[in-house]
């Protein structure tokens, strides 16, 4: 999320003088306090959240976090771990892959969410990182 976006997000007018499209992260606290934090401190400050294989990655998965591969062809792609609840259709959690935030020049690029398999790459890469 850009700063400018998140600005918007919380209905702020967003000053001139800022960098709009800095990139970075909407932290929200569990209490539903939100705030922003660029890219780099973010990676400064989650780093050991950063550079993960999949067994890191699919523990993340497992406490409720959304992860992503920094190799994967596309930004704001990631995978989340569903558990289904009394209105579910699904008896057994699964994992999906959400596409609909794919930043990408194609009009044809999918932007769904659908059950999401793992590739032998995707098991044995090394650079799983963790969307909060």
């Excluded at 990408?104 to 059950?115: C, F, G, I, Q």
């Excluded at 590739?119 to 799983?128: F, G, I, N, V």
Aim: aromatic fraction near 12%.
């Amino acid at each position: 999320m850009t700063l400018g976006k998140y600005f918007e997000s919380r209905g702020w007018s967003v000053p001139y003088d800022l960098p709009k499209t800095t990139k970075g992260y909407k932290i929200e606290s569990e209490t539903g306090l939100s705030s922003w934090m660029s890219y780099e401190e973010f990676r400064d400050k989650y780093k050991e959240y950063m550079g993960l294989s999949f067994s890191g990655a699919l523990e993340l998965l497992k406490q409720g976090c959304a992860v992503a591969r920094e190799g994967w062809n596309g930004k704001g792609i990631f995978i989340v771990l569903q558990k289904p609840d009394a209105n579910s259709k699904m008896t057994h959690p699964y994992i999906y892959i959400d596409t609909t935030g794919l930043v990408t020049d194609s009009d044809l690029a999918p932007k769904d969410r659908v059950p999401w398999v793992a590739s032998q790459t995707d098991l044995l890469a090394e650079d799983w990182v963790i969307i909060l």
